[in-house]
């Protein structure tokens, strides 16, 4: 069996609801009839039927009680009858004279016997109609006298009830269909961003991610959720752009040495180009596209979320002391000073290769960006139970547009000089990634002219617990 879509659930509940609302109604109308009319009028009964009860027993059975009851007849809608014999109900007189037909039963009868007053209400034995009244008994000296039976056709009754009735009705199917319109309009309201969202993931589906949903005024659940919806196809879409985007830039940076390769190795096939000077560029280019290789996997591996570090204690500035000095011999033949401020005492939880490469990447920026006779510094200080390193140059810097897009892949400032410097793009990218890994925070700060730092913070751990391992 096909389930049901959600338009027709709604619908499902509405009607149910406007039946419930009907049937309801109905029983609503049939409660006020009873309740308003009936019962109203079966106590006017008693209400002046007692006043002749009241009037009996002062007076007795006399002519002005019977000119009462008469009296009553003509102002009333109502039928009187006073009778001193109680058989005559039995026998359905006054109405007729068939002993078959009787308006009180042997046990109403006898109920009036015991002095209590009757309610009637069944359909009249003559005249074939539903009829409602009472019967009071006359007690003379705990002795019947007489009765007074006081009745009326249910249709009278009736009567006034049909104009409020018919109002109740109109006002019942009034509110059944503003059910059903309100319903129509929540239908729309919640089923078509609904429908759209559904053909939205089609088209997401396909990798189509420009569509989005039209968000409402209104500031309920469905509007958050489109609007949730939207800001996911908006995140789709970026990251489709940037996918394609690396893609581009991968090929690039692929077939730029690999051309490059091609080239000198044709030139030296054909002797145009001189075999050493070839083979030195050959093997530059690749190197170079192993570096991009390399990095491409490191990347890779660092953005999957199964990837573990091999983490341990480490003294922060001996793994400074060790990378810096890495590139002292770089940093002389550019005439750059290296500067280390570190705080001995400052002790991490973290993977000596992964920081290694961290230090590495940073520092490689800094000396490769950095004009001669200048100053790169080293600094690590602690705070808070956290350790800061910068990195801190005195070159170019980085234009305030571009700093916060050169942790991206491939981004590169100043294009025409990634050849000459020899980088792939991904340095900082892979930084951040392994700072994140280590649950710290990377941010670069840079003013143009005047250089840039590149300041990690990552968690301490308690310098005396780590001395006292060290003992043990």
Not at 47 to 61: D, H
Not at 97 to 106: G, H, K, S, V, Y
Not at 162 to 191: E, N, P
Not at 432 to 439: D, L, N, P, S
């Amino acid at each position: 069996m096909k389930p049901l879509s959600i338009g027709a659930k709604i619908w499902l509940a509405i009607g149910t609801a406007a039946l419930a609302f009907v049937v309801s109604g109905g029983f609503l109308i049939a409660f006020l009839y009873e309740k308003l009319y009936v019962d109203e009028q079966l106590g006017q009964f008693m209400e002046e039927g007692s006043a002749l009860v009241s009037f009996y027993e002062k007076e007795g059975l006399s002519e002005e009680l019977y000119e009462r009851v008469e009296w009553a007849n003509e102002r009333s809608r109502a039928q009187f009858l006073l009778t001193d014999d109680p058989m005559e109900l039995a026998s359905g007189a006054p109405f007729a004279a068939d002993e078959d037909a009787q308006l009180i039963t042997f046990e109403e009868r006898q109920s009036l016997l015991d002095g209590e007053t009757v309610v009637i209400r069944r359909e009249h034995p003559r005249f074939q109609q539903e009829l409602l009244g009472i019967a009071l008994p006359l007690i003379s000296e705990n002795k019947l006298e007489g009765a007074i039976f006081i009745s009326m056709p249910l249709a009278v009754v009736y009567e006034a009830f049909v104009d409020i009735q018919w109002a109740l009705y109109a006002a019942v199917l009034f509110a059944a269909f503003f059910v059903v319109i309100s319903g129509k309009r929540m239908t729309k309201h919640i089923v078509e961003p609904l429908r759209e969202m559904k053909a939205s993931a089609k088209e997401m589906e396909n990798g189509h991610f420009s569509k989005r949903v039209a968000i409402g005024k209104s500031h309920d659940e469905l509007t958050e959720l489109a609007h949730s919806f939207n800001e996911l196809a908006k995140s789709l879409e970026q990251v489709d752009r940037e996918r394609n985007a690396f893609l581009a830039n991968v090929a690039h940076e692929l077939r730029t040495p690999l051309s490059y390769m091609i080239g000198y190795a044709e030139g030296i096939q054909e002797g145009v180009i001189e075999r050493n000077k070839g083979m030195a560029v050959i093997e530059k280019e690749a190197k170079r596209l192993d570096r991009l290789v390399n990095d491409l996997l490191d990347l890779a591996q660092l953005e999957g979320s199964d990837y573990r570090l091999d983490k341990e204690a480490l003294p922060f500035a001996e793994l400074a002391r060790e990378a810096v000095a890495a590139f002292a011999w770089q940093a002389e033949q550019k005439h750059i000073q290296l500067e280390l401020e570190l705080d001995e005492d400052s002790i991490i939880d973290a993977d000596w290769d992964r920081m290694q490469q961290v230090l590495t990447n940073l520092l490689a920026n800094a000396i490769a960006y950095s004009p001669p006779f200048t100053t790169v510094t080293v600094r690590i200080t602690s705070s808070n139970g956290w350790a800061e390193m910068v990195v801190e140059d005195e070159g170019a810097g980085i234009p305030e547009a571009d700093l916060s897009s050169v942790q991206k892949r491939f981004y590169r400032v100043k294009k025409g000089r990634s050849r000459q410097n020899g980088g792939t793009g991904l340095g900082l990218a892979i930084v951040q990634e392994i700072v994140a890994k280590h649950g710290g925070d990377f941010q670069l700060v840079s003013q143009e002219g005047k250089g840039t730092k590149a300041i990690i913070r990552i968690k301490e751990i308690d310098v005396g617990a780590f001395k006292e391992g060290e003992q043990r």
